[in-house]
């Protein structure tokens, strides 16, 4: 188990404003650990970045909605995604990790709290894939709640998924671009898979994650070809998010620096408005 950097407190302030009700679809909030005790078999452990932190930075970059996205480090407790959705005050969703012992009880109070789909990580360095048994029966589940998927893939996952996923009945999310390598390039059998799902409207992607995408660090002008094309495929299945506090990452990035990257993702106004406001309110149901 290691711990991981802070994020940058020092939040530039982006040249790119975004529109009204813009989203940040991607978000954490870790802790503090005194109230909100990471799970006993967390592969990592972040520095507090708690619900004020991030209230603090979204004013900082003009955004005014979000989802939190429940990370692995808390496991099945999802107390402290539920306490920041309350206390937004109707402008945060979010999603769940969910375990065995998540029952009809506990779905219909995360549905209430603002819950609107379940994650699971497949990516290695967080404990690999979950029980695909486990997966099966939970998607029959997200189907009755009218929920999505979320999926933490890595890029070889996208591959060796690609008929599973293809044939998943209801909304699927792929985190970070699907952690293709930049590296590797748009031809990259990875990034071709991702592509033909866009095909399908059953799938959704967030350009998030420049700093995982990129091969050559900071400003990670590397991953934004990739966000383009993804954008061209479906900009109508688009999300984006900062991904703060950028937990397990190998360069971490200034939020307001990402906020201008987006702009170059996406330069045009209606297309900035589209994946920021007009796509997490269809899904997430602002």
């Known amino acids: 188990m290691k711990t991981t950097a802070a994020p940058e407190r020092n939040t530039k302030k982006p040249t790119f404003r975004p529109p ?69 005050k109707g ?37 690999g894939r979950p029980d695909m048994v486990f997966f099966k029966r939970t998607v029959r589940r997200v189907k009755e709640m009218g929920w999505h998927l979320i999926l933490h893939l890595d890029a070889g996952d996208l591959v060796e998924f690609d008929e599973l996923f293809k044939g998943i009945p209801v909304p699927m999310v792929i ?4 952690r293709v390598k930049a590296a590797d390039g748009l031809e990259q059998p990875a990034f071709k898979v991702l592509l033909e799902w866009m095909k399908h409207d059953r799938f959704w992607v967030k350009i998030c994650g420049p700093e995982r995408v990129s091969s050559k660090g900071p400003p990670f002008i590397d991953a934004v070809p990739f966000a383009r ?44 408005r589209q994946i920021l406001v007009d796509n997490p309110a269809r899904l997430y149901g602002f």
């Open 91 to 127: 402008r945060y969703r979010g999603t769940a990790i969910i375990d065995e012992s998540t029952g009809e009880r506990e779905f219909q109070q995360m549905h209430d709290g603002g819950i609107r789909g379940v994650r699971f990580n497949f990516v290695r360095h967080l404990g």
């Open 229 to 272: 094309q993804l954008i061209a495929a479906a900009p109508e299945r688009i999300l984006w998010g900062t991904d703060w506090p950028h937990p397990n990452v190998k360069w971490m990035p200034n939020d307001g620096e990402l906020m201008d990257l987006f702009a170059q993702m996406a330069p045009e106004p209606q297309l900035q």
């Open 175 to 178: 985190d970070h671009m699907g």
């Open 20 to 88: 009204p009700l813009a989203c940040d679809a991607h978000c954490h909030i870790f802790g503090p650990a005194a109230k909100f005790p990471f799970a006993s078999d967390a592969s990592y452990h972040p520095p507090d970045s708690p619900f004020e932190a991030l209230q603090k930075l979204h004013a900082i970059l003009g955004i005014e909605r979000a989802v939190i996205v429940h990370a692995s480090c808390h496991g099945a407790d999802m107390r402290v995604t539920l306490d920041g959705i309350a206390r937004s």
